[in-house]
């Protein structure tokens, strides 16, 4: 009789043995288990989606509006996603051949890796990163490889360490700016540096940009806007962060036609189309919800400006996030590590951060706060944080 770690040994895949399960989830189901948790845990908006939004999805299906659509997404959204794109950050797609609908940016990211992967292939990701990256990375055959970014350096990429990573098998990299977990951004001046080694090695580029509306000191600049960059770009994106819409699952690719034409293969054949209702929500918020978008970004940013200013005034050295609505101070000064610290402030305060480890080596020393909580919340995170941090200091 097999027992259940042979079966496991020869049932499973090997790369599916290998991938460890999301670090940010452990935290959310731990504290989820728990009375008096302030969570500042999991990447979602504290807003509910605008009932005209909900509306609209509603109304969709009280007029027969539940068949599939087409594979590539409704068409009256791919033009409106097309128009928000070129109006708001100067990007043209054309929505019948270089625009498809997917469910969540997650399957964006998991088409574009599996269009452009060969086995082999070597994918930088900067780091550090969402967690999903890596292991989708290796989900298509491809080899993820890190390319470190620094506090020193507001956690941005620099052209050195992109050059320093590259090799003959590099084919892609992977970009997220705004980021998840840092919050850092990208100019344009510093985009153009980038880009200018991506054309040097002929390297295909990622660009996931969900949160791209959510950039507050400058404009979000994407780098397909660089001329040279857009027939190699990849851009990424959807409604979950930005529009208050995570539980819909609607993301979208935009690219060039040849690498939307291998993804929309592999989509008619697993996924068909993204949800129906959804789509038609989506389009409700691109015609009608924009201005909502905006009393969001301005509420992010009030919660930014005070929960940055009282990591530091508890004694957590921070930088400023430029975008996302996630803090990433460090914590080195309480002597303990990503984990250790996650694992005791959940245990003895009562509040889930997620270790920065979780998100590449170069997470380590600090922990990932999403300040897209009410005030009254962070101000009582902060104070139960603060009496944690002076406990291990001053040990």
Not at 27 to 53: H, K, Y
Not at 67 to 91: H, V
Not at 117 to 140: I, M
Not at 328 to 341: H, V
Request: hydrophobic fraction near 40%; charge should be negative; glycine fraction near 6%.
């Amino acid at each position: 009789m097999r027992t259940e770690q042979t079966a496991q040994k020869n049932y499973l895949s090997k790369v599916a043995q290998e991938i460890k399960p999301s670090g940010i989830r452990k935290f959310f189901d731990l504290a989820s288990q728990m009375e008096n948790v302030i969570s500042l845990g999991v990447g979602e908006p504290d807003f509910v989606t605008p009932w005209n939004v909900c509306e609209a999805s509603l109304a969709s299906m009280e007029q027969g509006y539940t068949a599939y659509t087409a594979n590539a997404g409704l068409l009256e959204l791919r033009e409106a996603i097309s128009q928000y794109l070129e109006s708001k950050f100067q990007t043209a797609y054309d929505p019948k051949t270089e625009l498809l609908v997917t469910v969540g940016a997650s399957q964006a990211i998991d088409l574009s890796f599996r269009a452009i992967l060969n086995p082999g292939d070597e994918v930088l990701v900067v780091e550090p990163s969402f967690v999903a990256y890596a292991p989708t990375v290796s989900l298509a055959g491809g080899v993820p490889v890190p390319v470190p970014t620094s506090h020193e350096n507001n956690f941005k990429l620099m052209p050195d360490m992109l050059e320093r990573a590259i090799t003959n098998k590099t084919k892609a990299i992977l970009l997220c700016f705004p980021s998840n977990p840092t919050g850092a951004t990208m100019t344009k001046e510093e985009l153009e540096q980038i880009a200018r080694i991506i054309e040097k090695h002929d390297l295909i580029v990622l660009s996931d940009e969900i949160y791209a509306e959510l950039s507050y000191d400058h404009e979000h600049y994407s780098i397909a806007r660089i001329p040279e960059m857009r027939e190699r770009t990849i851009l990424i994106s959807g409604f979950s962060k930005a529009f208050a819409m995570t539980g819909w699952r609607l993301g979208y690719v935009a690219g060039p036609q040849v690498f939307l034409q291998a993804m929309l293969k592999i989509h008619q054949y697993t996924m068909m189309c993204a949800p129906t209702m959804a789509q038609y929500g989506a389009l409700e918020a691109l015609t009608n919800g924009l201005d909502d978008v905006q009393k969001m970004i301005r509420s992010y940013r009030q919660r930014r400006n005070y929960f940055v200013k009282a990591c530091r005034e508890i004694g957590l050295e921070c930088h400023t996030p430029g975008g996302a609505f996630y803090a990433f101070p460090s914590i080195r000064a309480t002597g303990l590590t990503s984990d250790e610290f996650a694992e005791r402030l959940l245990e003895e305060e009562r509040v889930a951060v997620v270790p920065g480890s979780v998100f590449g080596s170069g997470g380590e020393g600090h922990i990932r706060c999403s300040y897209a909580r009410s005030l009254e919340e962070l101000q009582e995170a902060i104070k139960r944080m603060g009496r944690f941090v002076q406990k291990y200091v001053k040990q």
